[in-house]
């Protein structure tokens, strides 16, 4: 019998701190509701409307739709901007890409250009070849060449 005298204490002490709970929460409201009341002049203003006149749905349902109209309009402007910028930056990131390509182009040109004069120069040596050997054969430094008057 002390156990269900426990239990019933138990569960009275238990129902008592939610009753405690219970009032110091409806307390809060009250005070929040009182001064919300102070502020809107009266608690009548707080309260929401029950009913909503049928003549005033038409003009709420333009306010809305102006509204949704009004931002669909800021997205379009916003969007047309980020879209705007983004090309600005792609035309600034083309530019560069293209005068990157230029700058290598050019330079591959360069060394090509070297390269053939190089090959040209071996040609060129390559034709005066038999003239060294002449001149390196004749004792004086001169070629001899084949005289045009006649004598020999």
């Not at 409806?26 to 006149?53: C, H, R, W, Y």
């Not at 003009?59 to 931002?71: H, N, S």
């Not at 901007?81 to 005068?99: G, P, T």
């Not at 390509?101 to 070849?129: C, D, H, P, R, W």
């Amino acid at each position: 019998m002390s156990e269900v005298k426990e239990n019933v204490q138990g569960e009275n002490s238990s129902q008592n701190n939610q009753s405690k709970e219970t009032k110091k929460i409806v307390d809060a409201f009250s005070k929040a509701m009182e001064g919300l009341s102070t502020i809107f002049q009266g608690e009548g203003n707080i309260k929401p409307v029950k009913q909503l006149n049928s003549s005033s749905v038409p003009t709420l349902m333009q306010e809305v739709y102006k509204e949704e109209e009004e931002a669909l309009a800021k997205r379009f402007k916003d969007g047309a901007k980020a879209l705007m910028v983004a090309k600005i930056a792609y035309d600034r990131c083309i530019k560069q890409q293209e005068a990157e390509m230029q700058k290598a182009k050019n330079k591959k040109m360069k060394e090509f250009t070297q390269e053939a004069n190089k090959l040209v120069g071996l040609i060129a040596q390559i034709s005066e070849l038999p003239q060294h050997y002449a001149n390196a054969l004749n004792p004086e430094g001169t070629s001899q060449e084949p005289s045009t008057d006649g004598e020999e």
